[in-house]
């Protein structure tokens, strides 16, 4: 009791911070709340993926209305002298707007460090952004038709896309990322928060749906993503739909995905960081329009607003009666609420790590925990497995029984996208049906004993792709293990996977890597101050630059070189030595490297290191703290999941109704 009190105490909670906005995606909740209510249903419930339905008609007018819009935005692109642009033909590039290449970016998870890290980078290829088109990269968001996201990486789609596709500049001027998403010191702010917390939770469980720690944990985290006065209690992903960036296709088409955990499905616990499901998993996608997965056991999507709905076979439990307001954007762990809470199970991740480990604390925590969480909708059983989840009403029950194995159950188990390890969500983008060229993708992995990324995510999605029934989905050949992309240098720059290839999207991949600052920050790092935050946008600056190479003009071949080569044309000498530099040539070196992977800030001339978001440039790499000037020990982040398990034994006594506790 008393360990528990202290604990508590130790706890921070995050508060309001905001104004009312109309730029931001409207309550269009029924309920005007936080709970899902009944509507009538479409007339077509469930949509399945064939030749002559392969995007929904939403969505084909979204990207029909984006790509019109990127005319424009090739021609500033490419005619920016910063480019130094050399024997390309813009004109007759621009002639046929119809072969315009089709561009994704991609996020990987990684909790605030990845958010950071995209956030960065975002600023960096951001034409609004006066320092990156001076050193040539910005413009590319405005080409990008997709923008996928998962777990940490949901974080920052989420937040891009439900208030209204703002500057970098001005998300950072309203995330309250100071403030620790489950803690504040002081005992007497803990229980009011919670209180608070449990008020507008309990709304969907008195409608009658079930709760989970994802709900508390999402709607934490939307108190520091969303910018509006009751932190997007009823906001909803369908509203984005209404928001003038998306009507005018002002921005890329959002998407989040989440993993499913099979019924019965053993899960495999590695480390603090990784909690491993099959690599065949489902991938389920979340975006403005629609919910569902591509992958072939089920092929099948329902309208985003009526996420939620009970059916079989298509047809709704309770005759014409559909569920709407599930699709809540400020719930967990995903990216806008229930959605944003449902990608990254993290939260979940860190409890799983104290109930398994041998330490006597860890062991009397989660003694606590569980004994807390067996009143509660989601029951003692779910902590036997190391991780737990987000349930869903399972609209596709009833749906390819033969093949889609939660065909039978009432409810679908999602969980962290990242879970089976494929942490940069290439899998929606790289689908043939959304006709995807190039894909950026940005890599904040915690892959390495020092948390910096070594391209396992990439491997995985080989290795997925590589077995049936996934073979027919296009992708690039990259090494088949993480020891090449160590030793082969791949993980310490930007690298181009797929260039010399046809059929298959090119891959642009961006690796966090320190060349103002050490941004190697542990997943469980919950609040950032403002000079962390400047010192992530600082450094994506600079990675996007290549560090002063002549990488900003090599990223203009490669986003360019799909179409040149639809069309025939050839290359130009400049972009045979830009892929010839930082094109893969298919060499691997599968020997264990010599040492773990600890990279070091370069000698950068003061003069030469660009600012970031507007803020001053950084003479020398910021040592304001530990982990900032050092490389991260692999211990670090217990401190932090010793704060996660407080806030969910609080938040569990909320869920199981006994606050004698307290």
């Known amino acids: ?62 990207v029909t209305g984006r790509r019109n819009n990127a005319v424009a935005a090739w021609q500033s692109y490419l005619t920016n002298s910063a480019l130094n642009l050399t024997g390309f033909n813009t004109s007759a590039f621009l002639q046929n707007t119809s072969n315009l290449p089709n561009v994704a970016i991609a996020v990987s998870g990684g909790g605030y460090r990845a958010m950071l890290h995209a956030a960065g980078l975002f600023n960096a290829f951001d034409s609004r952004n006066d320092t990156a088109l001076k050193q040539g990269t910005g413009g590319i968001v405005q080409l990008a038709t997709y923008l996928a996201g998962l777990s940490g990486g949901s974080w920052f789609v989420g937040s891009i896309a439900v208030n209204n596709f703002p500057t970098i500049p001005q998300l950072h001027s309203f995330w309250n990322l100071e403030s620790n998403v489950v803690s504040q010191p002081g005992l007497l702010k803990v229980l009011p928060y919670y209180r608070s917390l449990e008020q507008e939770v309990s709304q969907k469980g008195d409608a009658g749906f079930d709760l989970s720690l994802t709900d508390f944990w999402g709607r934490g985290l939307s108190r520091h993503l969303v910018n ?47 909690i491993i499901i099959g690599t065949n998993a489902t991938i389920y996608e979340f975006n403005p329009v629609e919910f569902g997965s591509w992958d072939p056991s089920l092929r099948s999507f329902i309208p985003m607003e009526f996420l939620g709905t009970a059916a079989h076979a298509g047809v709704p439990n ?122 950026l993708a940005l890599d ?67 690796p966090n890597h320190p060349y103002t600052a050490y941004t190697n920050f542990s997943t469980f790092q919950l609040s950032y101050e403002d000079i962390e935050i400047n010192a992530f946008l600082n450094n994506a600056m600079r990675e996007a630059a290549g560090n002063g190479t002549t990488l900003p003009t090599c ?81 670090a982040g217990l401190r932090e999941v010793a704060v996660l398990v407080a806030c969910v034994v609080s938040a569990s006594v909320v869920l199981g109704g006994s606050l004698v506790l307290l």
């Open 555 to 635: 990223l203009a071949c490669a986003l360019t070189s799909r179409a040149l080569q639809r069309a025939g044309t050839a290359q130009s000498d400049q972009c045979k030595a830009c892929f010839a530099q930082y094109c893969w040539d298919g060499v691997s070196n599968s020997t264990a490297p010599n040492g773990e992977f600890e990279p070091s800030i370069p000698d950068v001339p003061a003069s030469s290191q660009p600012g970031g978001a507007g803020t001053p440039d950084h003479p020398t790499p910021i040592k304001q703290k530990g982990n900032f000037a050092t490389k991260m020990a692999p211990a």
């Open 444 to 510: 904040a992995s915690a892959d390495t004993t020092f948390f910096w990324p070594n391209g396992s995510s990439l491997v995985e999605t080989q290795d997925r792709i590589s077995k049936d029934p996934f073979k027919s989905v296009p992708f690039p050949t990259v090494p088949s293990d993480t020891n090449t992309f160590v030793n082969r240098g791949l993980n310490n720059r930007t690298t181009f996977f797929g260039c010399n290839q046809t059929g298959v999207p090119l891959v642009i991949y961006v």
């Open 318 to 439: 309770v005759t014409n009666v559909c569920v709407r307001g599930f699709d809540n954007a400020g719930a967990c762990h995903l990216g806008i609420d229930f959605i944003m809470g449902t990608s990254a199970t993290l939260f979940n991740t860190a409890i799983a790590t104290l109930i398994n480990s041998n330490s006597s604390l860890a062991s009397a925590l989660g003694s606590l925990v569980k004994g807390v969480l067996g009143g509660s909708s989601e029951g003692l059983g779910r902590w036997d497995l190391p991780q737990t989840e987000a349930p869903y009403p399972n609209t596709f029950n009833g749906i390819n029984p033969q093949s889609f194995l939660p065909s039978g159950e009432g409810e679908l188990a999602l969980v962290d996208g990242g879970t089976d390890n494929e942490n940069v969500p290439l899998w929606p983008v790289i689908q043939p049906e959304r006709k995807v060229d190039v894909i």
């Open 1 to 62: 009791m008393k360990l528990y009190s202290l604990l508590l105490a130790s706890l921070a909670s995050a508060t309001p911070h905001s104004s009312d906005r109309s730029d931001v995606a409207p309550n269009t909740a029924p309920s005007g709340g936080y709970a899902p209510s009944n509507s009538t249903c479409p007339p077509v419930l469930v949509r399945t993926i064939n030749s002559s339905n392969p995007l929904s008609p939403d969505e084909t007018a979204f």
């Open 228 to 274: 509006n006065s009751d932190n997007g209690l009823g906001t909803t992903y369908s509203s984005v739909r209404n928001l003038s960036a998306y009507t005018g296709y002002g921005m890329p088409f959002p998407i989040i995905i989440a993993d499913g955990r099979a019924p019965g499905e053993v899960c495999y616990f590695l480390d603090l960081h990784q």
